[in-house]
């Protein structure tokens, strides 16, 4: 659901500018692609929130909004075509100094994963298959979340589930000696699927075992450390 709600007062708007962009905090002078917008409010709903300014310059410049109808037709096109399933956001403008600035909030979603969906044109075929991504937020950066996170949210949405065989007992053995282990060394090492290496590995981080640690486009997993 899109809430739009009227313009309100100017402090709330000078607080939030004067934090700087970060893991919560987006700023973007204009907005002219739909898919660029959809990408950021993926990035926050599958993460935890955050609210993205439109009508602010990167370095903290509030230079305003020239069509508040066309910014808001683009953010509308970016929840109806690009982002699926569609997250809820909320929709206000504040003004200062006669200039408009428009804010989108963004609750962190109990839906997530939410998918970034992008047509991509193949210059080989001409061709435009759907790219469907997952973007999570990262200091103040929107990047491609690893299968690893991605699993851990789609199990998030399914009762726990943690059964202690010999796998999980070797797995937490293993890592009291050595720092961590990939998804990939763990199915090796017991001779399983990926997916179902995968499957224990989300489990156990959701049961508060492990910790899901993810350092540039690698994702290893680690012992909860007390």
Avoid: W
Avoid at 27 to 44: D, E, G, N, Q
Avoid at 145 to 170: H, N
Avoid at 199 to 219: M, P
């Amino acid at each position: 659901m899109t809430c739009f709600i009227p313009k309100s007062s100017a402090p709330i708007l000078l607080d939030l500018v004067s934090q700087g962009e970060g893991l919560r905090i987006e700023f973007k002078r204009l907005v002219h692609s739909a898919p660029k917008i959809a990408r950021s409010i993926t990035a926050f709903a599958n993460t935890s929130g955050g609210v993205i300014l439109i009508g602010v310059d990167d370095d903290r410049r509030i230079v305003g909004i020239q069509s508040e109808k066309e910014t808001l037709q683009i953010i509308d096109e970016a929840l109806r075509y690009h982002i699926e399933p569609k997250p809820q956001v909320k929709i206000h403008v504040e003004e200062f100094k006669r200039r408009m600035v428009l804010l989108i909030d963004i609750p962190e979603s109990l839906e997530r994963p939410h998918f970034h969906i992008e047509p991509v044109i193949r210059r080989d075929t001409a061709k435009k298959p759907v790219e469907r991504r997952v973007f999570i937020r990262e200091g103040s950066q929107n990047k491609a979340a690893s299968e690893d996170r991605i699993a851990l949210m789609l199990s998030s949405k399914k009762p726990l589930r943690v059964s202690f065989t010999d796998r999980e007992r070797r797995l937490l053995a293993y890592l009291q000696e050595h720092d961590r282990i990939t998804a990939e060394q763990f199915a090796d090492n017991a001779c399983i699927p990926m997916q179902e290496a995968l499957r224990i590995l989300v489990s156990l981080v959701r049961s508060g075992a492990l910790q899901l640690v993810t350092e540039g486009n690698r994702s290893s997993y680690m012992l909860t450390t007390s």
